[in-house]
């Protein structure tokens, strides 16, 4: 098979990846906050454990899922991990679909912000511009005073810092860092919070609640699958550039099963922010500073499902 046709393949994987998270957080929105969200949570993570099979390199071992070569960064990751999930979770429950998007979609811009931090890189201007574009497009979407705004929208953007403060840490911890170990932290991490939490209201879900839930599980593991597929498949780029779809999906869910509307300044947030994300995965791939692809999701192990594991075979850079 030729390069070009594996990469396309790679690339069409991702496409049904993405289309598959967005189906999974469709399935928090459906269950319109009739269980509690750290219920939810803690049920994700346990389905999640599907995907661990997948995940688990040649060579490993199980109890490399507590192994790491930096432990309180490990740490850092099982908190955020937990705190992105959650938060996520409570933003796909108050908020419109496409409005949850928006504010999760800041995530680059809050790596890139992070990532100067704490990494010390050098962000030239174009990167810079990009992250300004974004924010610009969230306050076009939120339009501060002139509505009300909610926990949902406090929610959502503790999800996309959550989310980055991974992302960060990934890059931090190097290639060194077995896969298990990184998906391990964040999935103990929401196991063991939601669980505790959880435990203040605990309800039993229904017939249809249970396919829900099941759906946000499963198909959150099934997608990051796929993305591990596609960042095996195609250049990291590639797969990240399809992650903006999720916003189509998530205006057609909306409109076709939760009411939902897009108004004229929220479409025009929705372009300056996806132009920011596109902006920032441009620039990254001229200068080669890997940026995991997933940004969006309720899954908070998705931007981990394509960063290849070590001796992954890739598709070259182009």
Same mark, same amino acid.
């Given at each position: 098979m030729t390069t070009a046709s594996t990469t396309l393949r790679g690339v069409l994987v991702a496409f049904v990846g993405y289309a598959v998270f967005a189906f999974s957080d469709a399935s928090i929105k459906a269950l319109h906050g009739a269980v509690p969200s750290f219920q939810i949570a803690f049920t994700g993570a346990v389905l999640s454990l599907s995907a661990l099979p997948f995940i688990k390199g040649r060579g490993d071992s199980w109890l490399d899922i507590f192994a790491t070569t930096n432990r309180p960064l490990w740490m850092a990751r099982f908190a955020a991990g937990a705190t992105g999930s959650i938060a996520s979770i409570i933003a796909f429950t108050k908020l419109p679909m496409a409005e949850a998007f928006c504010l999760l979609f800041l995530l680059p811009s809050v790596v890139t912000i992070l990532s100067v931090?704490?990494?010390?890189?050098d962000v030239r201007w174009q990167r810079w511009a990009a992250v300004i574009v974004g924010f610009l497009g969230v306050l076009v979407v939120l339009r501060p005073g002139f509505r009300e705004l909610s926990v949902g929208h406090l929610a959502a953007t503790i999800g996309a810092v959550s989310a980055a403060v991974a992302i960060v840490i990934l890059r931090a911890l190097g290639p060194a860092e077995k896969r298990l170990s990184l998906y391990g932290a964040s999935l103990l991490g929401t196991l063991a &919070?939601? =669980? #505790? /939490?959880?435990?203040s209201e605990i &309800? #039993?879900?229904?017939?249809?609640q249970w396919i829900f839930l099941a759906g946000y599980g499963l198909l959150g593991a +099934? =997608?990051? &699958?796929? /993305?591990?597929? +596609? +960042?095996r498949l195609a250049p990291?780029? /590639?797969v990240a550039t399809p992650q903006y779809s999720q916003m189509i999906w998530a205006i057609g869910f909306g409109y076709l099963f939760f009411n939902d509307h897009v108004d004229l300044p929220m479409a025009l947030g929705i372009v300056l922010i996806i132009c920011s994300g596109l902006l920032t995965l441009i620039r990254e791939r001229k200068r080669h500073v890997p940026l995991p692809a997933a940004v969006a999701s309720g899954d908070a192990q998705s931007p981990l499902a394509t960063t290849p594991a070590e001796g992954d075979a890739q598709a070259p850079a182009r």
């Amino acid at each position: 098979m030729t390069t070009a046709s594996t990469t396309l393949r790679g690339v069409l994987v991702a496409f049904v990846g993405y289309a598959v998270f967005a189906f999974s957080d469709a399935s928090i929105k459906a269950l319109h906050g009739a269980v509690p969200s750290f219920q939810i949570a803690f049920t994700g993570a346990v389905l999640s454990l599907s995907a661990l099979p997948f995940i688990k390199g040649r060579g490993d071992s199980w109890l490399d899922i507590f192994a790491t070569t930096n432990r309180p960064l490990w740490m850092a990751r099982f908190a955020a991990g937990a705190t992105g999930s959650i938060a996520s979770i409570i933003a796909f429950t108050k908020l419109p679909m496409a409005e949850a998007f928006c504010l999760l979609f800041l995530l680059p811009s809050v790596v890139t912000i992070l990532s100067v931090i704490f990494l010390k890189e050098d962000v030239r201007w174009q990167r810079w511009a990009a992250v300004i574009v974004g924010f610009l497009g969230v306050l076009v979407v939120l339009r501060p005073g002139f509505r009300e705004l909610s926990v949902g929208h406090l929610a959502a953007t503790i999800g996309a810092v959550s989310a980055a403060v991974a992302i960060v840490i990934l890059r931090a911890l190097g290639p060194a860092e077995k896969r298990l170990s990184l998906y391990g932290a964040s999935l103990l991490g929401t196991l063991a &919070v939601s =669980g #505790v /939490l959880m435990l203040s209201e605990i &309800v #039993v879900p229904s017939p249809q609640q249970w396919i829900f839930l099941a759906g946000y599980g499963l198909l959150g593991a +099934a =997608g990051n &699958v796929m /993305l591990m597929t +596609a +960042a095996r498949l195609a250049p990291a780029t /590639l797969v990240a550039t399809p992650q903006y779809s999720q916003m189509i999906w998530a205006i057609g869910f909306g409109y076709l099963f939760f009411n939902d509307h897009v108004d004229l300044p929220m479409a025009l947030g929705i372009v300056l922010i996806i132009c920011s994300g596109l902006l920032t995965l441009i620039r990254e791939r001229k200068r080669h500073v890997p940026l995991p692809a997933a940004v969006a999701s309720g899954d908070a192990q998705s931007p981990l499902a394509t960063t290849p594991a070590e001796g992954d075979a890739q598709a070259p850079a182009r």
